[in-house]
């Protein structure tokens, strides 16, 4: 017993000179140090979009959320984070909240763009993608194209002249069996 008390000892001693416990010897990760400042949640979500990890960056922008406070910024993020994660309806309110806060935030503006146009409804989402143009004015690429698909989607389509339905009527075959067949 005292060997293996006095073997722990020299080990615990040779840990601390040699830099303590945590040091790295190059295949094990340092240890973590609890007094550095942690890396802004928004950074951090910023870069888990850009990897497609849109779940793990909704959390760090709910982090942001609980230590910047709720603004503009963070709403557009955890609105774009929605978005991504295909819940539009929560996307969508998130989004008009941060035009609530903020109602010249350009990203705000162009994601609750990308929302409408995503649910269908591309006059509205030109009407703010024209808004978020405005006011980047004109610097965006993605903007612009934004607003040229949103302007060619909601533009009415061209009058082909009267398109012919199909008439339909129902013919029995056999007992109690109907048909739907066409009549062109």
């Known amino acids: 017993m005292r060997i293996s008390g006095a073997c722990l000892a020299l080990a615990l001693l040779a840990a601390c000179q040699s830099g303590g416990l945590g040091a790295s010897d190059g295949r094990t990760p340092p240890g973590v140090d609890s007094r550095a400042e942690g890396e802004?949640?928004?950074?951090?979500?910023?870069?888990?979009?850009?990897?497609?990890?849109?779940?793990?960056?909704?959390?760090?922008?709910?982090?942001?959320?609980?230590?910047?406070?709720?603004?503009?910024?963070?709403?557009?993020?955890?609105?774009?984070?929605?978005?991504?994660?295909?819940?539009?309806?929560?996307?969508?309110?998130?989004?008009?909240?941060?035009?609530?806060?903020?109602?010249?935030?350009?990203?705000?503006?162009?994601?609750?763009?990308?929302?409408?146009?995503?649910?269908?409804?591309?006059?509205?989402?030109?009407?703010?993608?024209?808004?978020?143009?405005?006011?980047?004015s004109g610097q965006s690429d993605s903007i612009r194209e934004n607003l040229r698909l949103a302007i060619a989607q909601s533009a009415p389509s061209v009058y082909d002249g009267p398109q012919e339905e199909p008439n339909f009527s129902l013919v029995r075959r056999g007992q109690g069996q109907f048909v739907l067949l066409s009549q062109l």
């Open 40 to 136: 802004d949640g928004l950074i951090v979500g910023h870069r888990l979009m850009e990897a497609g990890e849109y779940e793990l960056a909704l959390k760090a922008y709910m982090r942001a959320a609980g230590e910047v406070g709720v603004n503009s910024d963070v709403l557009s993020a955890i609105g774009s984070a929605n978005l991504r994660l295909g819940r539009l309806g929560q996307a969508e309110q998130i989004l008009r909240q941060a035009l609530k806060e903020d109602p010249t935030f350009v990203p705000a503006l162009n994601n609750l763009g990308v929302v409408l146009m995503e649910q269908g409804k591309p006059a509205e989402a030109r009407v703010i993608f024209q808004q978020a143009y405005a006011l980047d």
